[in-house]
């Protein structure tokens, strides 16, 4: 190999030498924080399991009741709306990357979207409930979104 | 004096990433297949059952409607929850690869 004229050849490092002794460990904490450093998702929050599989629980308990008129049900209506925005406002204050999640709870609440959100409204909107086999297929949609939710969460690394 | 080898260092890391990539990747694969038909079966069952009770005059067509859209909302979340599966296991190989630098320089250290 052609050499440098003035250019000092890197020598090997020894086991046992100053050298080696601190450029080892600068390395490898060097390579860890890199690691570490730049997660791509949050990691599993046990709040945010619990919170999801709660709400899961008192939405579906709320939605069995739609076959009454929402008149019978407001503050039930109105609570379930405040538990829905505080779990969406928990998951966008978090640090680090949870944007898939933030967003899944948008979709679950959105008022104009066809799931809880769209549910709620529309409930709220008639005179007298909603139908009985309506209400059972509905459930079925409402429980398999919150089971995405609470898949994901489930599959974040625990730390 | 033992000489230390940087390059077979990082080698063997290599190695080792390379072969926790492949063994996430593919229970990865396996599992959005998996998870995809279930999804697509569960859509085409609803789907039956909904038009079933258009016709027998048990939904109005505006609730099937809803229902419906509310799949398309559903697929959304499913999409998210599988791109959340792909950043969780990007996270389980860079954990894994943390181990892996940790335990090689015990070796070597």
């Known amino acids: ?159 | 004096m033992v000489t230390f080898n940087f390059d077979q260092f990082f080698e063997t890391l290599k190695t080792g990433a390379v072969e926790i990539a492949k063994a996430e990747g593919k229970e990865f694969v396996k599992e959005a297949t998996t998870d995809g038909k279930e999804f697509l079966d569960d859509l085409k069952d609803d789907l039956v059952r909904w038009t079933k009770l258009v016709v027998e005059k048990k939904l109005t067509k505006d609730e099937f409607k809803f229902l419906v859209n509310g799949q398309k909302d559903l697929a959304k979340m499913h999409a998210l929850t599988q791109a959340g599966m792909a950043s969780v296991r990007i996270d389980r190989i860079r954990v894994a690869v943390v181990d892996l630098v940790i335990n090689a320089a015990q070796t070597i250290v």
């Open chain 1, 1 to 159: 190999m052609y050499q440098y004229p003035g250019v000092r050849q890197p020598q090997a490092l020894s086991a046992g030498t100053s050298a080696y002794r601190k450029t080892v460990p600068f390395v490898v904490a060097l390579s860890v924080l890199f690691l570490v450093g730049c997660a791509a998702i949050t990691g599993y929050d046990p709040t945010s399991y619990k919170t999801a599989t709660d709400l899961k629980a008192e939405s579906l308990t709320l939605i069995e009741k739609a076959t009454d008129p929402p008149t019978a049900h407001r503050e039930e209506i109105d609570q379930l709306r405040v538990n829905l925005r505080k779990a969406y406002e928990y998951e966008k204050g978090k640090e680090g990357p949870n944007h898939l999640t933030v967003q899944q709870w948008k979709i679950l609440n959105d008022p104009q979207g066809n799931l809880l959100g769209g549910f709620l409204r529309r409930w709220e909107q008639s005179v007298n409930g909603q139908s009985q086999v309506f209400i059972e297929q509905v459930k079925g949609n409402i429980e398999k979104a919150f089971d995405q939710i609470i898949k994901l969460e489930s599959h974040k690394v625990k730390s």
